[in-house]
């Protein structure tokens, strides 16, 4: 059975870097036949998918247009997790942010973790 | 950019059947997914490729896909099925959510 569990801040100002970690049991970030995707969602912009990570030979990510020049996803193969950090956040960027695997769907999902941005 | 348009919200009595409809363009030429999202929780998967079901999800849970409109109907609604519904597909470059039914059952 597949587990993400997440971590990091619940609280960001305005400006700053959002942080957080998924960390996966049950399945590998180097798998080749999953991907590794972060997702928010929010009352005004509803579910909105933000990126992957996924392996195949070599990485390979994938970034939504709305939020390409801001966003990083990362592996980390020795902690068999993935991270995404978020930059230039102002408050339009509250929500709740999930992990979720999947390459074309999303099968398995985090617990989510509630963002806010504000001074 | 692609869209996905669902109603806003679909009541059902228990035991009846409830239908979700979900619109795009051509949407039948692409593969769509529905996703339950109870309150409070994440997101749970209950129709992958139109019409297949994950393990765990119960039979009464069906989709179909054709034309501009994908459907996910619950045969003989229960009130455990009261929750926000999801459509979902892949345009080729990136992910795209339906806006979202709530279903009430009463």
């Known amino acids: 059975q597949v587990q993400l569990q997440q971590s990091g801040p619940g609280l960001v100002k305005p400006s700053q870097t959002l942080s957080l970690t998924c960390g996966i049991s049950?399945?590998?970030?180097?798998?080749?036949?999953?991907?590794w995707n972060w997702i928010r969602q929010s009352p005004s912009r509803g579910l909105e998918w933000l990126g992957r990570?996924?392996?195949?030979?070599?990485?390979?990510?994938d970034y939504a247009f709305s939020v390409k020049s801001r966003i990083t996803i990362k592996p980390d193969t020795s902690k068999n997790q993935f991270s995404l950090q978020l930059n230039s956040l102002s408050p339009e960027d509250t929500a709740v942010y999930y992990c979720?695997?999947?390459?074309?769907?999303?099968?398995?999902w985090g617990q989510g973790t509630l963002v806010t941005v504000s001074s | 950019s692609y869209e996905l348009t669902q109603p806003p919200s679909v009541p059902v009595s228990p035991g009846q059947t409830a239908s979700i409809a979900c619109s795009g363009d051509?949407?039948?030429?692409?593969?769509t997914y529905w996703y339950q999202q109870r309150p409070g929780q994440s997101p749970v998967l209950v129709i992958y490729?139109?019409?297949k079901r994950p393990s765990g999800i119960p039979e009464r849970f069906s989709g179909s896909n054709s034309g501009n409109t994908a459907t996910l109907t619950i045969s003989g609604a229960q009130a455990m099925d009261e929750a926000d519904y999801y459509c979902?597909?892949?345009?080729?470059?990136?992910?795209?959510f339906g806006t979202g039914t709530k279903v009430t059952v009463l």
């Open positions: 979720a695997r999947g390459h074309y769907y999303f099968d398995y």
């Open positions: 049950g399945d590998s970030v180097s798998s080749y036949s999953a991907a």
């Open positions: 990570t996924y392996y195949r030979s070599k990485w390979n990510n």
């Open positions: 051509k949407l039948g030429n692409k593969y």
């Open positions: 490729e139109d019409n």
């Open positions: 979902q597909t892949w345009d080729g470059s990136t992910f795209v």
